[in-house]
């Protein structure tokens, strides 16, 4: 396990499956958490009462990602609040599907404002309150760098920005002691994608292990950026996906 204690991170979307992964996790690590939600009132609360159960301060914050003042208003509260700021997970997410001729202006803006928009606004806030040691690391999606099907070119579009950001910010913070990076998950194992779902075998058998992972092993994998193990560490896309683009 990675040590975060005294450490503060914000993990936006992360009121259920791998961003509430990820809250718990860093929160066993030793870190206080505040994450962000946009409707799921109950999840929040369960998720926030879940990281103080491990000792750790918890925060949730209401926030569209698709509103950039939100995300950046997220982010100074967060530093605001917990008294500092050195993790910024960028989790929330979407995942627009159909066929590629039917996609329109407001799902396209949506989808790049909460992928991309909003990762932007939140590194650029967040970069404000983070000395040596901050830790700016993107969810992002296997996806992005094999779209593999039909009817994902925009999911795929807006994840494989993540990759060029983090690249270019790399660059940007390192002078500063701060690491960014992006984690691009495959088949993970949750509500919205579950592991006995209709599309699960098919899923699986694109994989080299023959299996989904679960949110607690992409939550391991961000653990291990945000600690000293990922000191040096940055500009990396990181893929946890059971080898499905192997």
Not at 93 to 105: D, I, L, S, T
Not at 213 to 235: K, M, Y
């Amino acid at each position: 396990m990675s040590d975060l204690t005294g450490r503060v991170a914000l993990v936006t979307g992360g009121s259920r499956g791998i961003g509430a992964a990820i809250a718990l996790r860093l929160a066993a690590d030793g870190a206080d958490v505040a994450i962000t939600y946009l409707t799921a009132d109950d999840r929040a609360a369960a998720v926030v009462a879940a990281i103080e159960r491990t000792g750790r301060r918890g925060l949730a914050l209401r926030a569209d990602s698709a509103d950039t003042a939100a995300v950046a208003r997220a982010v100074d509260d967060t530093a605001a609040r917990l008294g500092r700021l050195d993790v910024l997970v960028n989790n929330a997410g979407v995942f627009p599907y159909g066929p590629f001729e039917e996609v329109g202006r407001d799902e396209l803006d949506r989808v790049l404002a909460i992928h991309v928009g909003a990762a932007f606004t939140a590194a650029q806030a967040a970069s404000r309150h983070m000395g040596p040691g901050g830790r700016i690391i993107s969810i992002g999606s296997n996806l992005a760098e094999r779209a593999g099907q039909p009817g994902i070119a925009l999911y795929s579009m807006s994840k494989a920005a993540l990759t060029g950001l983090s690249r270019g910010l790399a660059h940007d913070l390192g002078p500063r002691g701060i690491t960014v990076n992006v984690v691009h998950p495959g088949s993970t194992d949750t509500d919205m994608n579950p592991a006995d779902g209709p599309d699960a075998d098919a899923q699986r058998a694109r994989t080299a292990l023959g299996a989904f992972q679960t949110a607690d092993d992409v939550a391991a994998t961000v653990a291990h950026l945000a600690g000293e193990g990922g000191r040096t560490i940055t500009g990396a896309a990181l893929l946890v996906d059971s080898g499905a683009n192997a």
